[in-house]
């Protein structure tokens, strides 16, 4: 199990579990599932556990009168038909509080019935900037949400450049983050590696080195929204045929559904004056410590000391310096985990010509939007601020709040009402 680190998630898992019989909280393997889950059950099933499984397999459809509830099925793809024996159970008994299924991915073969109605879904993900601690948050995205564009936003921070390089180097995995340097290398190492020959059943030497090509080159994509024919040509050896598009495109389905890919969608909204924005999407990986790994990227790499690293890609602007994309990746989990407590959807915004864009579109059920520019920077340079000021002038009042989230020390509104937020300052 993970560190028990406090999580943001608790509260709405407490919420849901007070009205619901049974959740399935997902993620990638390493956030923290297990640990948070048992914190609310009473009786504790590790489903890869042979033992614990083969028992699970003789109980059978009578494995529900057994249980001392509340109960966690940790890793319960590992039976695929515990699904459907949880379905069953809730169809027979809706008390809330009885269920929390774990699992970091989907099972090889789809459950036989979606769970639709009886088993409802929570996203975990990585530790955010005020789970890790680094700052008390003074600027909230549910009141940015709230509000009128126009509220106070203050507060200062002494956390500069240096600490969130720290901070994307030492990874959001709980169980990872606290060890020494050597030691989290090596987990990362091991993190990437099982990923892909167990959990990918790469076994083969080639199919192995298909994969770790192709995840590395993706990582060299992260905040770009390069297309996905120009990752895999990036990542065809000279010495060998380029992969088959459907040898890529499983690999791709597989990382999406382990949750270690997380590609932020482009924003569609239905109104005339946008009509001509791109749905593809901004590439992200869960976790900016696996992508600065892939890259063989430190802090001197990342601050640019010494000689410049250079991260080529086919199809985008040769890079000399991975900082911006990964502070972005950075911010990026964080408003991933805010948004998701103000039940939020997160987009990015690119017109189909390139001519605007807009880093993140944080939207609610009420169609309030929170815009986002992300700048490893201690302030918005002249300019920076041009595409917030574009969608104020096309939302109106539908834009709740337009925002450059910062490495700087102090959170302020513009003199165009832009609010400027250290990373560290900004909270749910």
Known sequence: MSPPYARLVDARLSALFDGLAAINIEGARGVGKTWTASRHARTFIAVDDPDERAQLERLGSHFAEALDYPVVLDEWQRLPEIWDRVRRAVDADPTPGRFLLTGSSSPAQAPVHTGAGRIVNLRMRPLSLVERSLETPTVSLAALMSGDGTGDVEGSTPVTLDRYVDEILRSGLPGVR????????????????????????????????????????????????????????????????????????????????????????????????????????????????????????????????????????????????????????????????????????????????????????VENRDRRVVAIEVKAAAAPRPGDTRHLLWLRERLGERLADAVVVTTGRHAYRDEDAVAVVPAALLGP
């Open 178 to 361: 606290d060890l020494p340097a050597v030691a989290r290398e090596a987990q990362l190492d091991a993190y990437l590696e099982q990923t892909v020959r167990r959990e990918l059943a790469a076994p083969r030497a080639r199919s192995a080195r298909i994969l770790a090509d192709w995840l590395r080159t993706y990582a060299a994509a992260v905040s770009t929204t390069t297309s996905y024919d120009a990752i895999t040509g990036a990542a065809t050896r000279r010495d060998g045929p380029p992969p088959a598009v459907s040898t890529t495109r499983r690999y791709r389905d597989l990382l999406e559904a382990m949750w270690i890919l997380e590609p932020v969608p482009g924003w569609n909204p239905s109104q005339n004056e946008l009509s001509r924005t791109t749905t593809g999407d901004k590439h992200q990986l869960c976790d900016p410590a696996l992508a600065a790994h892939l890259l063989r990227l430190g802090a001197a790499g990342l601050m640019g000391v010494g000689r410049p690293v250079q991260v080529a890609l086919k199809g985008v602007p040769r890079r000399t310096r991975m900082l911006g994309p990964l502070f972005e990746s950075l911010v990026v989990q964080s408003v991933q985990v805010y948004a998701s407590l103000c039940d939020a959807a997160v987009h990015h915004l690119r017109t189909k010509r390139g001519e605007h864009e807009v880093d993140l579109i």
